[in-house]
Nanobody
Framework: QVQLVESGGGLVQAGGSLRLSCAAS????????MAWYHQAPGKQRELVAHITSGGSTNYADSVKGRFTISRDNAKNTVYLQMDSLKPEDTAVYYCYAVTVTSTYYTMNYWGKGTLVTVSS
């Protein structure tokens, strides 16, 4: 019942910036944690940034100081501001969310991903 739709991916030169958005829709009682993961060719999917319902954040070491995760609870949307992009950031970026139903059942969802390509 919940869908996550990412947007904002694309092609950017090294040193540039992109802002990814992920909007959740559907039967949502509340959203707990939201996160961004990425998966590069030949690599495992890994956590990039995580944000709790209260706004606490965590980042992968590789993106600390360059990426910022934020959320707009009124819009059920999470953002990833990516600055100082590097070619190694090239990957498919996936939105992830943990939702809670009206019966307090926790469910997790993934977006379909958006491709970020950073050229040198």
């Amino acid at each position: 019942q919940v869908q996550l739709v990412e947007s904002g991916g694309g092609l950017v030169q090294a040193g540039g910036s992109l802002r990814l958005s992920c909007a959740a829709s559907g039967s949502i009682f509340s959203i707990n944690a939201m996160a961004w993961y990425h998966q590069a060719p030949g690599k495992q999917r890994e956590l990039v940034a995580h944000i709790t319902s209260g706004g606490s954040t965590n980042y992968a070491d590789s993106v600390k100081g360059r990426f910022t995760i934020s959320r707009d609870n009124a819009k059920n949307t999470v953002y990833l501001q990516m600055d100082s992009l590097k070619p190694e950031d090239t990957a498919v970026y996936y939105c992830y969310a943990v939702t809670v139903t009206s019966t307090y059942y926790t469910m997790n969802y993934w977006g379909k991903g958006t491709l970020v390509t950073v050229s040198s």
